[in-house]
């Protein structure tokens, strides 16, 4: 019985050195490439939905301040998300370009749509492959209304409020003309940041965006065609382009994203743990979102 405890202790010791040792590189990977001589370019992956920006506001940071790195390319594959959010990214951006006079340039993937194009508007140029979809300038905000079902299962939506406006957008009943035009407001609001952020990144009139910015999607051909971009072109394009803007000679060695060097680690771990409830419906009832539907 020793014996085989022995030898457990044994195996979870070994496994827990294993897991160590790859926490470790894992943590150091982008470090070492850093430490790496010559001029570089970091990309920066905006993928999915836009929500908890905070790990791309901190790379962002990071490569803003690493003097070795001449360059950010900013990778967007994402429909948009959280309005909130989405300013976060844009304005760390703007903040790392004005501050610390680094080279930014967007390189839209398959779909780089209303959040993702906000942040796009604050680089200094704008790739996209003909076919990506872009654009869908605009706000939404939504929500499911389940007043009929709780009224179908015979169950009541007990609200005790401070003000009149206190739950607009109470998922279990209808808006009332006024929580309406409430509600549009702050959209109209938030739209227009939308509006003035595309028409000062782009060097557009105000009125010349409005004009584009009805929700609809373009191609990035016909994004093109409307200034909304500045070039056709992939991830590489892009590279070449930031290094070339910022004054890089030859090939520029590349940066990636700390979390591409911890797939061995996330086959291990997982790269996402599993959330309780009272975390993933924290949210608020109702969204503002920069977001293509």
């Not at 739209?191 to 373009?218: I, P, Q, S």
Request: aromatic share 8%.
């Amino acid at each position: 019985m020793l014996r085989w405890m022995a030898v457990g202790g044994a195996a979870l010791l070994a496994f827990v050195v294993v897991v160590l040792v790859l926490v470790f590189y894992s943590i150091r990977g982008v470090e070492s490439d850093l430490a790496l001589g010559g001029d570089k370019v970091a990309v920066v992956d905006v993928i999915g939905e836009i929500r908890d920006t905070s790990n791309i506001v901190e790379e962002i940071q990071k490569y803003g301040k690493e003097d070795s790195v001449r360059a950010i390319v900013i990778r967007l594959n994402t429909p948009g998300g959280s309005a909130a959010a989405t300013q976060e990214v844009f304005s760390e951006i703007k903040r790392v370009r004005e501050e610390k006079k680094k080279v930014v340039v967007a390189s839209i993937a398959s779909v780089g749509a209303s959040g993702g194009y906000y942040i796009a508007c604050a680089t200094q140029q704008i790739f996209a492959n003909p076919s990506s979809i872009t654009g869908s300038i605009g706000a939404i905000a939504q929500w499911t209304n389940y007043g009929e079902l709780l009224r179908w299962a015979k169950m009541k939506d007990v609200v005790i409020k401070s003000g009149a406006f206190k739950d607009a957008g109470n998922p279990a009943r209808d808006l009332t003309p006024e929580e309406r035009a409430y509600i549009q407001g702050v959209i109209e609001d938030i739209y227009g940041h939308f509006v003035t952020a595309v028409a000062e990144g782009r060097k557009m009139k105000v009125e010349e965006v409005r004009k584009l910015a009805d929700g609809k999607v373009f191609t990035g051909t016909q994004a093109l065609q409307n200034h909304l971009v500045d070039r056709l072109g992939n991830l590489p394009d892009a590279i070449r382009e930031a290094a070339k803007l910022a004054g890089i000679k030859g090939e520029p060695r590349v940066v990636h994203p700390s979390r591409e060097r911890r797939s061995l680690l996330d086959w291990l771990i997982g790269d996402k743990l599993p959330l309780p409830p009272v975390v993933r419906n924290s949210e608020a009832p109702v969204q503002f979102q920069y977001l293509w539907k």
